[in-house]
């Protein structure tokens, strides 16, 4: 059964503050994702990995960074907290490409609040 | 990039009743199309997939359709029961990309 966990399910940080946000999957899949999550906008992609050291911008990139050292480790960070980046963020990984290979599996998610 | 948008927003039905969701893409390109739940405080999950190569699929009491030409495809669950009370998410991936573009979410009430 895949398993992706995110370090905290709640944070609670100042305006101004570095934020990171890790998430770690146990089966070994090259793709991994993070998303914010906001009432009656569905799920925005931030930023996206393909691979160890990889990353592409998603949607809405601007005051995130990411980092990927480890292929079963996804690290979004938030250089200078702002209030408008309060949200629930989820990560999710997927196998790889092709058929049968694109399901994404989320992770619990991390609730942050920034005051 | 794709815009794939998704109605009604919330629905309300009977428990028993069917219920209906649909959402519509723009990037004729997209090929693969995902459907996630979301239940109150949980991750979402996948419930069920279609590929472009075909117009419909079904897994007990869910099923997805597809119209290629209009861009839209559905989600239908039939014999609703509370326990389907959840926010469902389609999404959209266009082909040979690994990003996937979401759906607003749409907020299910089945009533007992």
């Known amino acids: 059964d895949v398993k992706v966990t995110q370090s905290s399910r709640y944070l609670v940080k100042r305006t101004g503050e570095k934020v990171f946000l890790e998430c770690v999957q146990d089966m070994d899949h090259e793709n991994m994702f993070w998303y914010r999550q906001d009432p009656g906008l569905g799920l925005r992609l931030i930023y996206f990995s393909y691979d160890v050291k990889m990353k592409e911008k998603g949607d809405i990139p601007e005051g995130y960074s990411v980092s990927r050292e480890k292929k079963e480790r996804f690290s979004l960070i938030l250089e200078s907290a702002s209030t408008n980046q309060t949200s629930m963020y989820l990560c999710?990984?997927?196998?790889?490409?092709?058929?049968?290979?694109?399901?994404?599996?989320f992770g619990p998610g991390t609730r942050l609040l920034v005051l | 990039g794709e815009n794939v948008e998704q109605h009604p927003s919330t629905l309300s039905v009977q428990e028993g009743d069917s219920a209906v969701i649909k959402c519509t893409y723009s990037d004729s390109a997209s090929n693969y199309f995902p459907w996630y739940k979301q239940e109150l405080g949980k991750r979402p999950q996948l419930i069920i997939d279609i590929r472009s190569n075909v117009g419909e699929k079904k897994d007990q009491r869910i099923a997805v359709t597809l119209n290629k030409t209009a861009k839209h495809f559905s989600l239908h669950i039939t014999e609703t029961q509370p326990e389907d009370s959840a926010v469902y998410f389609c999404a959209a991936r266009l082909y040979n990309f690994n990003k996937f573009y979401f759906g607003s979410g749409t907020k299910l009430n089945v009533k007992p």
């Open positions: 999710a990984s997927s196998r790889g490409r092709g058929a049968k290979q694109e399901t994404q599996y």
